[in-house]
C-alpha cells in the first residue's frame, strides 16, 4: 500500500514508518512547511497542501500534533494544539474531497482525553465525551476525522493513553535519586501504553479494517499509586515523596495539572480485546523494563 502520513518525525511515526516500510508498503511523509523547511509538503495553520500530495494514496494517516506535555497551556499554545490537530485534519479530508481517486482510509491519532475525569468508571469506545479542554479538543478532532466517512473513506481514530516512553524521561531523575512519589492521592486511575504495542496498534488500524474509536492502552489500568510502586521496585529506589496536587499545579498550572497529572482514566481497549489483538505487556511493570532500556 502507499500510505501518506503526517507527523513523521515524532516518537510514534520515527518507530511506524520503518516497521511499515520493512513490510513492504510505500510511505509518503507529509512534513510541515516552516522557514526551517522551506520544502515542506503543507501547512495546517495556512490551509495550505501541496497539489498532488496525496494522489495515488491507499491510507492517510494524520500523527501532526502539537504535544500535549511539553509546555504549560497558555491560550496561545492551547490554540497551537487545535490547529495542529483539527485544522491539520480538516485540511486533509478537504484535499480528499476534491480528489477524483481517493484513499481508501483515513486514521487519525487521538487521545483519551476524550473522556474527561471520570473517577473509576471503566471506560469503552462506547462511553461517552467527558468535559474538560481536552475532551473539547478530541471531540473536535474526531468530528473533522469523520468527515471522510461522507466520502466514502475507512476512518479509525485511535485514542492513545499516556505514551512511557514519552513520559519517562521527565520522571526517570528524581526517582533515581530517591524523589520520586505519587502525584496527589495516587488513586486516580492512569491509562498506559508502551510504544512498541502502540506502533502494532497503528500497524494493524492501518493495514486492517477497524473503523471509529481504538482505544490504545494497556488491558491492565493501573492508579497512579501503582505505577509509583512498580517504576520504584523496577528501578530499586524508594518512591517516598509524594507530590501533593496543590504543588503540581503551581508547576504545570492548574488546568494542565487538572488534566493530565491528576485526572483519573480507567480505560479499557475494549475494541482490541474484542478483536483478539494480542498485547506485548499487560502489566505496568512487564513494560517498564522494555521502555527504561530504550531511554
Known amino acids: 500500500m502507499k500510505i501518506a502520513i503526517t507527523g513523521s518525525s515524532g516518537m510514534i511515526g520515527s518507530a511506524l514508518c520503518p516497521r511499515l516500510e520493512t513490510a513492504g508498503h510505500q510511505i509518503i511523509r507529509i512534513r510541515n512547511r516552516h522557514v526551517k523547511n522551506p520544502n515542506g509538503e503543507w501547512s495546517p495553520s495556512n490551509q495550505w497542501i501541496r497539489d498532488g500530495v496525496l494522489e495515488g494514496v491507499d491510507v492517510v494517516l494524520h500523527l501532526a500534533g502539537a504535544s500535549i506535555g511539553d509546555k504549560r497551556w497558555s491560550n496561545t499554545y492551547k490554540e497551537e494544539m487545535r490547529v495542529s490537530r483539527i485544522d491539520g485534519a480538516r485540511l486533509l479530508v478537504e484535499t480528499i474531497r476534491n480528489m477524483t481517486n481517493r484513499p481508501k482510509a483515513f486514521i487519525t491519532s487521538s487521545a483519551v482525553g476524550f473522556y474527561g475525569d471520570r473517577a473509576d468508571e471503566k471506560l469503552n469506545e462506547q462511553s461517552s465525551r467527558g468535559n474538560g479542554f481536552l475532551a ?119 488546568e494542565k495539572a487538572q488534566e493530565t497529572g491528576l485526572v483519573s482514566q480507567r480505560v479499557v481497549p475494549q475494541r482490541l480485546i474484542d478483536s483478539d489483538w494480542q498485547f506485548t505487556h499487560t502489566t505496568i511493570e512487564q513494560a517498564l523494563p522494555e521502555e527504561l532500556a530504550a531511554l
Open 136 to 254: 473539547d479538543l478530541v471531540n473536535d478532532w474526531e468530528t473533522e476525522a469523520h468527515a471522510a466517512e461522507e466520502l466514502g473513506l475507512r476512518v479509525a481514530m485511535v485514542r492513545s493513553g499516556v505514551v512511557l516512553r514519552s513520559m519517562l524521561p521527565v520522571l526517570i531523575t528524581p526517582f533515581k535519586f530517591g524523589l520520586g512519589g505519587k502525584l496527589g492521592n495516587g488513586k486516580q486511575y492512569f491509562p498506559w501504553i508502551g510504544l512498541e504495542d502502540l506502533v502494532r496498534i497503528y500497524e494493524t488500524t492501518v493495514t486492517g479494517d477497524l473503523t471509529g474509536p481504538i482505544n490504545a492502552v494497556a488491558p491492565q489500568a493501573a492508579t497512579n499509586a501503582e505505577f509509583t510502586k512498580a517504576l520504584g521496585r523496577v528501578i530499586k529506589r524508594p518512591t517516598l515523596f509524594p507530590l501533593p496536587g496543590f504543588m503540581l499545579e503551581l508547576i504545570m498550572g492548574g
